[in-house]
């Protein structure tokens, strides 16, 4: 089951950041958090993820708070096609187990 | 380099006919997972598989369902006798043997029980 808590809607003008909370305050200390999205019914996509630094790649930053019970997946600037559903999961770091997806955040970009 | 490849990616089946959904993982990957994904709705885990292995079906329904991932060729979910409550988007991923095994989708095959 999935162990995250998410807004089910958000808004967001074109250009502007979006930043996406999720919490996970019963997060282990070897557990990974996961972000995904999930365009309009395509597959899942896996944007990031991080274990206890901030991470950074071209598609977005990952900010995890010092107790890590929290965590927020920022898009510098967002684009029309950046509204799908965003997904915050947490996983321990290990193949052999399974990534839980909750029901996300909408996420719905405005021009 | 492709990435996961689903087909068909649209099926459509009589009630009490069977489903076959194939998944071929990105190349380099011996990890499959199924998800389905009823309308909307989220992912929920079926199966979990590796090569010749079922690891995890503690999300699969015990009956009709089932999962292979033979040592040659694609992985197969194959639903017997379908229903129509069995009309969903069935989404594979694939993963590399690591510590940290990020999941890459395919693009889903979408069933649909008349």
């Known amino acids: 089951d999935a162990k995250t808590t998410q807004p089910t809607s958000m808004d967001c003008a074109e250009g502007r950041a979006a930043n996406l909370p999720c919490n996970h305050s019963?997060?282990?200390?070897?557990?990974?958090v996961y972000w995904y999205r999930q365009i309009h019914s395509q597959g899942p996509q896996y944007i990031i993820h991080g274990l206890k630094n901030n991470e950074t790649n071209e598609m977005a930053s990952l900010i995890i708070t010092e107790d890590r019970k929290s965590s927020t997946l920022i898009l510098p600037h967002a684009t029309l096609r950046d509204t799908a559903v965003y997904y915050c999961?947490?996983?321990?770091?290990?193949?052999?187990?399974?990534?839980?997806f909750g029901t996300g955040t909408s996420l719905t970009v405005i021009p | 380099n492709a990435g996961v490849m689903q087909n068909p990616r649209h099926l459509v089946r009589r009630r009490g006919q069977e489903a076959r959904l194939r998944c071929s993982p990105m190349k380099g990957h011996s990890h499959v997972y199924w998800y389905r994904q009823l309308p909307e709705e989220g992912l929920k885990f079926m199966v979990y598989l590796q090569k010749e292995n079922i690891i995890d079906e503690s999300g699969m329904p015990k009956e009709r369902f089932s999962a292979e991932f033979p040592k040659e060729g694609p992985s197969i979910l194959r639903i017997q006798q379908v229903v129509r409550g069995d009309s969903a988007a069935y989404f594979c991923a694939s993963s590399l043997q690591g510590p940290t095994g990020e999941l890459f989708f395919g693009e889903g095959s979408r069933l649909t029980v008349l």
């Open positions: 999961i947490v996983r321990t770091a290990n193949t052999g187990n399974q990534f839980y």
């Open positions: 019963t997060i282990s200390g070897n557990e990974y």
